[in-house]
């Protein structure tokens, strides 16, 4: 059976064979999600072939719908197959409000709606997280940042693999840099928390006005990588009088954290967050065949050389100037050699 085939079928025993499909914005993965217009009620369909894994979805959004989060309604799926369908938030992306492209909705503006996501966010976290998380530890944050920089980056900008020392050195910085974490609170964390994944839901109230998607890369962190992703965006530009009365709104609806401490690990989840997005649009343009990515590396390498200059940040500051001068912080050339 062919895949067009299967999601026919699939679509009819859920009374959608009627339903005409139109696709929507595909995120960093090989998922694929559908509009359908036409069957019992408006929904998305998940098409996530084989490479992909729809149970972690389905495992976190049962237990954020459980504690009162705006999530996806799942009204059908075949797990084995990757299939879903699911309930149509609509199209009021806050990447939408934020970049300008609609006005913010009637009584909000954007540091509201920035705020109203810092609320859901809030929620979140104070919920125990589900059971069978993965760890999104100091040592699973360091892992990935440094993939991304000595399996992509590094040989696409210099042409070669990186010397053992300098592997060795940017280590050791980045989990010197990754002490604060370390050290801090573990809980719920999204892991992709900002404005393509949330949406204002006007007709809800509370934090649930804010609706939640992409949520099957959860896992257990310190909380303040979600307030990092949303606030420095990799994707657009956040003013920082807004990022800074968002963390203040942040710490005030959290008074059992310690603002310092948990402004260092603010400042090391962002350091990490920056190297590793940044090197991961080169493995997304040259193994994914996604170029597009790469107009994002000029903001997430200003972002990074921002997150450098923090106290916290000093070890991975002093490593990434001894191996990579500041003329190479940027996309390699298209024509180097992977």
Do not use: K
């Amino acid at each position: 059976m062919t895949r067009a085939s299967e999601i026919a079928a699939f679509l009819a025993r859920h009374g959608y064979a009627a339903a005409v499909a139109t696709p929507l914005a595909q995120d960093a993965s090989f998922r694929r999600y559908l509009r359908l217009a036409g069957g019992p009620r408006p929904a998305v369909l998940m098409d996530a072939p084989p490479s992909e894994d729809v149970r972690p979805f389905l495992h976190v959004v049962a237990h954020l719908a459980g504690i009162g989060v705006s999530v996806p309604q799942v009204f059908a799926s075949d797990a084995a197959a990757g299939l879903l369908i699911e309930e149509d938030l609509g199209d009021d992306l806050l990447s939408v409000f934020l970049d300008g492209i609609r006005p913010p909705p009637p009584g909000m503006d954007q540091p509201a709606l920035v705020e109203a996501a810092v609320d859901a966010l809030v929620a979140m976290q104070r919920a125990a997280p589900p059971p069978g998380l993965p760890l999104w530890d100091a040592g699973a944050m360091a892992s990935t940042a440094l993939g991304t920089l000595f399996d992509w980056w590094w040989p696409a900008m210099f042409g070669t693999a990186a010397p053992a020392a300098a592997r060795q050195d940017i280590a050791a910085a980045l989990e010197a840099t990754l002490a604060p974490v370390a050290a801090g609170p573990a809980g719920f964390v999204h892991r992709d928390y900002f404005a393509e994944n949330l949406l204002w839901l006007p007709g809800r109230d509370g934090m649930r006005r804010i609706g939640v998607i992409d949520v099957q890369g959860a896992a257990v962190g310190h909380p303040a990588y979600d307030l990092v992703s949303l606030l420095q965006d990799a994707r657009r530009d956040i003013p920082p009088a807004i990022a800074g009365r968002a963390v203040t709104h942040y710490l005030a609806a959290r008074p059992e954290l310690d603002p310092a401490a948990f402004r260092a690990a603010y400042a090391a989840c962002a350091a990490q967050r920056h190297l590793r997005v940044t090197c991961q649009w080169v493995r997304l343009a040259r193994r994914d065949g996604r170029p597009g990515y790469l107009v994002h590396g000029p903001r997430t390498w200003r972002l990074l050389d921002q997150a450098l200059r923090e106290p916290a940040a000093t070890p991975l500051a002093a490593a990434l100037d001894r191996w990579i001068p500041p003329d190479f912080r940027r996309n390699p050339p298209p024509d180097a050699t992977a």
